[in-house]
């Protein structure tokens, strides 16, 4: 009997994470999900039963390049094989000047968002030119291409992000591997929940479909760039 694809996904116990991991696993996918502070809900571990696909769940703090090693090895040794690595974990401190950002802030949104996706990208490569196929798709933000008023260091960081991608896809364009990133704007998560209603109804109001974006339009988007293997290759896909 054939074995299911296999998806590794970072942060997926945040909303965009668990969005995509349920979508991946209605289409036949067994899920690697990582998480850090906030567990695997029950709910995820319940779809991916109906589903009929393996859920294998790994504590991860990418921040610690010993720990992110770790991780790929156990999740190649579960699956025997993935076909997609999905680098979504990040995080932020909420808007703020510059010039109020700590030391502490600073490193946590650099270390998290940028570094973290770093060493994922490079364990991911690891193991796929051993395995000579698979994808990696980035999760950067509008704000790595735009900037973000009051979100300069967050804004840099997923500008790093867009430039690992593109870099990366040409290092392994001799390879059967291709690398992507996703830049979302605005969309409802627990991260973006510190938005105010006046705030979310400007933003609504500047969307061509003027609704504000769901966790679920990015899934879908992580997915198509997943699936199309001709379209895509060290793109940056908007949802915006």
Known sequence: MALNKAVLITGASGSIGEATAKLFAENGYDIIATYNSHKISDELRDFCRACNVSLHEFKLDITQAQQV????????????????????????????????????DIEKLVQTNLVGTIYCNREAVKHLLKQKH????????????????????????????????????????FS???????????VETNMTACFSEEEKEAIRQ?????????????????????????????????VD
């Open 176 to 186: 059967a591997i291709r690398v992507n990133a996703i830049a979302p704007a605005y």
């Open 69 to 104: 090693q770790q991780i790929f090895d156990d999740a190649f040794k579960v699956s025997g094989y993935l076909d997609c690595v999905v680098c979504n974990a990040g995080c932020s401190v909420g808007e703020k000047m510059l010039c109020d950002n700590s030391d502490d």
């Open 206 to 238: 500047e969307n061509n479909l003027e609704r504000l974006a769901q966790p679920q339009d990015v899934a879908e988007v992580i997915y198509e760039v997943a699936e199309v293997e001709r379209a895509y290759n060290g793109e940056i896909v908007f």
């Open 134 to 173: 698979g994808n990696i798709i980035n999760v950067s933000s509008i704000y790595g291409v735009q900037g973000g008023s009051c979100e300069a260091v967050y804004s840099a960081a997923k500008a790093g992000i867009i430039g690992l991608t593109k870099a990366l896809a040409k290092e392994l364009a």
